[in-house]
């Protein structure tokens, strides 16, 4: 069966320091995967998707970049947070196919003070 | 474009009480349609999905979903509410044929079953 991991589970960073947040994804290969964020305990905004290695979409504008070195590896990265970057961060994985569900990790908190 | 609409912010029903979650979707062509739920502090768990075949669509937990092309909706019911469904409900959708699309989620609705 499939897994996904996201690590940490909570973070607490000063603005302007540098950020990173691992998704990694078992059992399956060549996974579309995404990063997404949610403020405030309400709705999802899509940051960035993949469809391969090296091969990263940007969804918003922002400070924010990713990364996705390894097939199954993606990761969320910052030079300098901002006190809006606060939030939820999702990742999630799917199948290639358009009727494929996505299929959720269990979250990174992130605090920026 | 495809999106979705929630028009519920928040729903409360009495445990016991049959529960629907409403959810309208706009695509182009046809649509794959699905339900997550949100606990506090947890990823969003898949529920159901339609994808083609019997408009009405049971998932986990009991929950169901029926697709109504002519009025563009996906609502979530389930028969008897448990205080433990309290959550957030996330519809999203995805337009056939789309290829490696991201779902488009709506803004969620909040569920709280009241003992």
């Known amino acids: 069966s499939q897994t996904i991991h996201q690590w940490p589970a909570t973070l607490v960073q000063p603005v302007g320091s540098p950020l990173s947040l691992e998704c990694t994804v078992e059992g399956t290969s060549n996974p579309n995967l995404y990063w997404y964020r949610q403020a405030a305990g309400r709705g999802l905004q899509l940051l960035f998707y993949s469809v391969g290695i090296g091969q990263i979409s940007s969804e918003v504008p922002q400070n924010l970049s990713a990364s996705r070195p390894q097939d199954r590896q993606f990761i969320l990265s910052s030079k300098k947070l901002l006190l809006s970057d606060s939030g939820f961060y999702l990742c999630?994985?799917?199948?290639?196919?358009?009727?494929?569900?996505?299929?959720f990790g269990p979250g990174t908190r992130l605090l920026v003070l | 474009a495809q999106s979705v609409a929630q028009p519920e912010d928040q729903v409360k029903v009495a445990e016991g009480n049959p529960l629907t979650v409403k959810c309208t979707y706009s695509v182009s062509g046809n649509p794959y349609l699905f339900w997550y739920v949100q606990y506090p502090n947890r990823g969003l768990q898949f529920l159901l999905k339609?994808?083609?075949?019997?408009?009405l669509v049971k998932g986990s937990y009991g929950f169901e979903a029926e697709f109504n092309k002519s009025q563009t909706s996906f609502h979530l019911k389930k028969p008897s509410a448990l205080v433990s469904d309290s959550a957030l409900y996330f519809c999203?959708?995805?337009?056939?044929?789309?290829?490696?699309?991201?779902?488009?989620f709506g803004k969620g609705t909040r569920l709280s079953v009241i003992a």
């Open positions: 999203a959708v995805r337009a056939f044929p789309s290829g490696n699309t991201p779902l488009v």
């Open positions: 339609y994808i083609t075949g019997d408009n």
């Open positions: 999630a994985w799917s199948g290639l196919a358009g009727q494929e569900t996505q299929y």
